[in-house]
């Protein structure tokens, strides 16, 4: 139990573009999903608390207009990156907290995002 | 300000017991965690303590919680080399809200 997917795995774009990556909890539902970033060889950094049916709560020094979070249901949470450039190159990583739990969060296996 | 601290690298041979460090400056933790991350995956959550709690052991797991000093330590007992990864300590601070403060995580290196 308590799995959480991302998708895609990986992804690579073009300067510019959009990128949109999903964060699903599989097996149980939650009202209050995380969005972290790690950079190579470092810890994770808090990006911003995704509540469902409401707006995100962004850390500081995190522009909310270029990292659009939605979380439309107790199951999905979306992380949109938009206009890319190559300095946001990174791996992203969801995480799920339960319904009803402790404070436990469960992490999907993280998204690789290159920019060209 | 909330800070959580660990050693970065770690190396034992395979058999031997880890011995991961972490400290924490927040008193007011509630739960302390301790996650695995494997090369290119997302963390894995291996156990986590209640900070009422000093010791929590599940199977070749045994996590040591001293309040006191705010320090908390994950041993694994005959470590395989399955086990190489990068452990993360972690910190929620406030009930029921989820936010966690991590470690900036150990490199556990096991020799055949």
């Known amino acids: 139990g308590a799995v959480v997917s991302q998708h895609p795995s990986w992804v690579i774009c073009k300067s510019g573009t959009s990128v949109k990556i999903e964060c699903r909890s599989l097996?149980?539902?939650?009202?209050?999903m995380f969005w972290y970033r790690q950079f190579p060889k470092q810890s994770l950094m808090l990006m911003a608390t995704s509540n469902e049916g409401s707006k995100a709560t962004y850390e500081q020094g995190v522009e909310k207009d270029k990292f659009l979070i939605n979380h439309a249901s107790l199951t999905l949470s979306t992380l949109t990156v938009t206009s890319a450039h190559p300095e946001d190159s990174s791996f992203y990583i969801c995480s799920a907290h339960p319904v009803g739990s402790t404070d436990t969060q469960y992490f999907g296996p993280g998204t690789r995002l290159t920019v060209l | 300000g909330e800070d959580v601290e660990q050693s970065l690298f770690l190396s034992v041979r395979e058999g031997d017991s880890s011995v991961i460090n972490c400290t924490y400056t927040d008193s007011s933790s509630t739960y302390l965690y301790w996650y695995k991350q494997e090369p290119g995956a997302g963390l894995q959550l291996l156990t986590y303590i209640f900070s009422n709690m000093d010791m929590k052991q599940d199977q070749r797991l045994t996590v040591l919680l001293n309040k006191k000093d705010k320090h908390l330590s994950l041993r694994i007992a005959d470590t395989q080399t399955g086990d190489s990864a990068i452990y993360f300590c972690?910190?929620?601070?406030?009930?029921?809200?989820?936010?966690?403060?991590f470690g900036q995580g150990t490199t556990l290196q096991v020799k055949p």
């Open positions: 097996d149980f539902q939650a009202t209050t």
């Open positions: 972690a910190e929620s601070l406030v009930s029921n809200t989820g936010k966690l403060i």
